[in-house]
């Protein structure tokens, strides 16, 4: 079985530049992995952490995004403590999967690799789920997808607006089978949401690869994507060593995978909150199905 999580956990094995800030003590300056330009961090962060000179946009974590996004103080968290077990007893050479765990969560200050709950945007209500690829690369193991789709039946049993903003490697190699089931769970969660006539908006950011590009992300009535962004099944390097030939320039970006018709637009970083009340703004003035 191809173990479509190995990119995330390895840096996604080159495909993409590092996105991380390599910054200096107290983020005095950042060097861009993009242009290599070092930028002053109290101006990359006014910035929302994007390059200045070239428009690289940093990876975010999951409370930045809600901090980004959302109306101050309106987001009200669900299912904060569920936690990953380890169904498998799995053990790589180094560690075992529940010592990972442990170091993820202490180093992250995450129970989990996704956030949910319900929030406004410009004093709208939707649901959100987002998801931290500094949690195990954002790898979605069972209780990530369970997580997830608490918030889609949530949003479809109160009606609002869902919003889920993907960041991940894909499936979660240490729970096998059981991750791969979340691809299918939670598609058919929003199977059930489309059914009940409530908007899906899918929002990609860098990176969107593996089993949660071929499930969930792909999925949503509007799908926007930030700048940049590494979004495909595969990483390209993996793609050129399966197929033994090069692919084109800057093959699985944002720009490429729209070119090609899958997605709806990019949108750059300061430009997202403003984007999502526009469409909430559409969505709310619809008259749904009862």
């Known amino acids: 079985m191809k173990d479509e999580s190995r990119p995330a956990l390895a840096g996604l094995n080159g495909d993409h530049p590092d996105a991380h800030a390599r910054a200096l003590p107290n983020n005095v300056a950042v060097k861009c992995p993009n242009c290599r330009e070092l930028l002053v961090g109290k101006d990359w962060e006014k910035n929302l ?19 980004l996004l959302l109306d101050p103080d309106s987001f009200e968290e669900f299912a904060a403590k569920l936690q990953s077990s380890d169904p498998l007893n799995f053990v790589s050479r180094s560690q075992s999967y529940r010592t990972k765990l442990e170091s993820e969560r202490a180093n992250t200050q995450l129970d989990e690799g996704t956030i949910i709950g319900r929030g406004r945007i410009e004093d709208m209500s939707l649901m959100v789920g987002v998801m931290d690829f500094g949690f195990i690369g954002g790898s979605m193991g ?17 009606r609002l607006p869902l919003l889920i903003i993907s960041a991940s490697g894909g499936a979660r190699m240490q729970e096998g089978l059981l991750s791969l089931m979340q691809m299918a769970k939670t598609s058919a969660a929003l199977a059930c949401l489309g059914e009940a006539g409530v908007p899906y908006i899918s929002l990609l950011t860098d990176p969107t690869t593996g089993g949660v590009a071929a499930s969930f992300a792909f999925l949503g009535d509007v799908i ?22 090069r692919l084109p320039k800057d093959t699985n970006t944002s720009e490429f995978v729209l070119a090609h018709g899958m997605l709806d637009g990019i949108v750059h970083r300061r430009a997202l909150r403003p984007t999502l009340a526009r469409l909430l703004r559409l969505y709310h003035g619809m008259k749904w199905p009862a």
């Open 49 to 67: 952490k994007v390059c200045q000179r070239c428009g690289h946009h940093f990876r975010l974590g999951a409370r930045a995004r809600l901090d």
């Open 142 to 158: 069972a209780v990530v997808g369970e997580k997830l789709t608490r918030a889609i039946e949530m949003a479809a049993d109160e």
């Open 224 to 245: 926007l994507a930030e700048p940049g962004a590494l979004i495909g099944f595969a990483g390209p390097r993996v793609i050129e060593q399966f197929m033994h030939q």
